[in-house]
């Protein structure tokens, strides 16, 4: 099942890890493999975040020990452990968690994208 814009926006993460982790600026391609997921309050197993496409995007991460963002290449990226603060616009798609060997708090913002979810519903 493929969730979308404006639906995707009924989408959590709450405690569920990244188990895989894709990103290719070049391509504007950026996947990540969740090991669960909440759909308007119903708890789901294993799903795809996909956003491609994208016209422009920001990385960057908080460094406590300096008090500061630190704005990142792509080829500097770190996946993150888990989306903890999500956001779904039209226009922008933000994704915030820790980085899984920093432990920086790092935020991936897409401008202009393709996104959605892809899932395999459960059997009832």
Request: charged share 25%.
């Amino acid at each position: 099942m493929k969730i979308q814009f404006p639906r995707i926006r009924e989408l959590s993460f709450p405690d569920c890890p990244i188990t895989g982790f894709s990103f290719d600026s070049s391509q504007r391609s950026f996947r990540v493999v969740i090991d669960g997921f909440f759909l308007n309050k119903e708890e789901l197993f294993q799903g795809m975040l996909v956003v491609m496409n994208w016209e422009a995007m920001d990385i960057k991460q908080y460094h406590l020990e300096y008090g500061k963002w630190k704005n990142l290449e792509p080829s500097a990226i770190e996946p993150i452990s888990e989306i903890l603060e999500q956001k779904f616009s039209k226009e922008l798609v933000t994704l915030r968690g820790f980085g899984k060997l920093t432990r920086h708090w790092t935020e991936f913002t897409f401008y202009k994208s393709v996104v959605y979810f892809e899932f395999n519903p459960k059997d009832d």
